[in-house]
Each structure stands twice: as C-alpha cells, then as structure tokens.
C-alpha cells in the first residue's frame, strides 16, 4: 500500500487581503527536487515587506499561494544539474516564492553557500536588507565622504544596515525614526542626526536646517507615499530621490516636471532582483555581506522571531512599524 505523502507546516494564502488571510496549514513535503533545484529544510524565514505587498494584492501572486521569499536552513537532497550545491550543505536564498514551509524547492541561482561562523538565523536575516543596502550605496546613489543623506525608517531593516554603510564612507547621515527605542538604536548603527516624525510638523524644513538651507545630497526612501513629497523637498540642487520600498503605500504617479523645479532633481525606483541578476552578482553582493558580518564591520539586528504559525502577527507588527531591525518566522 503506498504511504500517504509526508506533511510540513507552512503558511497558505487562499485570498489576498490583511494579516488574517496568512493561514497556518499542513501541506505535502515538496518531494524531490527536479532539475536545477535543491530541497532545503527551513532554518528560518525572513519577513520582508514585498511579502506584505503580495498579501494585499499589490504584486501578483498566483492563489492559493505560499508566500514568503527569503530564507536558509540545509540542503536535504539536490536535483539533476545542481553543481554548486551538496546535501548538508548551509545555505541561504531570496526571490524563492514558497519559503514560509518547513521544506522549500530552491532554484540553484537563487541561493548562496553560508559561509562557517554564520549562524543560519542571521543568514536569513542578513540577504534581503543586505544586498539591498548594499546596492543602494555602490548603485543607486554612491555616497562619497562629506556628503550627506537623508536615510527614512533608520532603525528598520534596511535602515540599520544602509547607515552603518554610510557611516563607514565617512558620509553624514540624516534619519528618521518615531520612537525613543528606535532612536537610541539608529544613533548606535551611525545615524549622525536623528529626526523624529512624532515631532517633526515639517520634516523638509528640518532637513534644511540641519543642512544650512542647502538640503541633502541624496534621500533614500522605503517608505514610499507619506514621505515622497518631503524627501523631494529635502534635496538640494542636483540631488538624487531612492524610492525603494513603500511601507506606508505606493507613490502616487509624479509630474517631471516637479525634478526641474527643485533643482534638476534625479529620481529612480530600483529593486533587489535588478542588482543580482546572474549568478555572479549575487555571489558577489551577498559575499560582500556576509564578509562584513563576519569582520565584524556589519551588525545585523534581529528585532523578533516569530513561530511560523503566527505568520500574522509578524506582518502586523512589521506594517504598523511597530518593529526594530529584521523579523524572522521559524517552524
């Protein structure tokens, strides 16, 4: 008689809509991996704001769907093709749609080796941010020692890495933060100026006068609609907007014409899976990442792990900025 097929847990989405729609279900293991994949059971899962935007519809996600697109654990069995990886192997991945389960398929070029000394929690809570912040500052606006920035959501996940990347580079850094915690922990992780939006009526206005009038070189946003019309206004002339997240909602489409009045401004959009596109950029970056966590030059800070269970929680937590630094889920 044939067995029945194995289960694992995993998080479900059956309609897209609030944290309530992530349900808890037992689903079929994966099985073998087919070509060019690798089976891996889940160390830990990171929680990352792309995820909340397929939850709500806001990308598009096939239903029903796992979400959940980041993670490590161990190799349990490689597929036909796979050169690059063995059982028992630690690894870590991104852009893997599915990684909210005990046991995920892992496409090869979607995964890097987790270097010994790491531990696999903060592997998984090191790719996303990290390769995000990285690509901010060597890619989207490389910040040169003097200048000084503008940094929204400072002791978020992205935040805390991309101010200690700045610091580093001798750039002055301006951030946002809403909470007493928050601010004590950004200043920790190299933010020079802390702004506080419980505070602060007129954030442009303040960014001006620490700036002298003259405005900040560069602001790099993920939280999108409610401060886009400030971080514009913060620039200075010639200065570059980094929209690359939109925690609070989309930006709403912008007139050109708003860049040649405050200043021929530069403004671009970017996304993490244009800055690993082939299997040697993500080598690349993410060995960047993990060779700064592993000198010591990169602190990542896990603010919360959650059961994979209570999937919910962490996404309501997470939208309501009600968190510090990287939220994982573990089964």
């Not at 954030?203 to 993920?222: C, K, M, P, Q, S």
Request: hydrophobic share 40%.
């Amino acid at each position: 008689m044939a067995q029945p097929p194995s289960l694992i847990p995993a998080i479900e989405i059956r309609q897209t809509g609030g944290p309530d729609v992530l349900l808890p279900v037992d689903r079929p293991a994966p099985g073998r991996p087919g070509e060019g994949q690798i089976l891996v059971e889940l160390a830990a899962a990171g929680v990352n704001f792309i995820d909340i935007y397929r939850r709500e519809g806001r990308y598009p996600l096939p239903l029903p769907a796992v979400p959940g697109e980041e993670g490590s654990g161990t190799v349990l069995a490689v597929g036909p093709g796979v050169t690059r990886f063995s059982v028992g192997d630690r690894v870590a991945w991104t852009t893997v749609l599915g990684s909210y389960a005990g046991q995920v398929l892992v496409p090869e070029d979607k995964a890097v080796v987790v270097p010994d000394g790491i531990d696999l929690h903060t592997a998984a809570a090191a790719l996303v941010q990290g390769m995000t912040a990285h690509y901010l500052v060597n890619d989207s606006y490389r910040a040169q020692s003097g200048e000084t920035v503008l940094v929204h959501a400072a002791a978020g996940g992205v935040g805390l890495l991309l101010t200690q990347l700045l610091g580093q580079r001798g750039v002055r850094v301006l951030g946002t933060v809403s909470t007493d915690e928050k601010e004590k922990l950004a200043t920790a992780n190299g933010v020079d100026q802390v702004i506080r939006y419980d505070r602060c009526e007129d954030l442009a206005a303040e960014v001006r006068r620490l700036t002298d009038g003259e405005g900040v070189h560069a602001a790099y946003d993920g939280v999108g609609a409610a401060t886009f019309d400030a971080s514009l206004d913060s620039l200075r002339r010639r200065g570059t907007l980094v929209v690359f997240g939109g925690a609070s909602g989309p930006v709403p489409p912008v007139d050109v014409m708003r860049l040649l009045w405050g200043g021929s401004l530069t403004l671009t959009r970017p996304y993490l899976e244009h800055f690993r596109a082939t299997v040697e950029e993500f080598t690349w970056r993410a060995g960047e990442v993990f060779t700064g966590i592993a000198d010591g030059s990169l602190r990542i800070t896990i603010g919360a792990t959650y059961p994979l269970a209570r999937a919910r929680d962490a996404h309501a937590d997470l939208a309501a900025r009600r968190t510090t630094g990287k939220l994982l889920l573990v089964p």
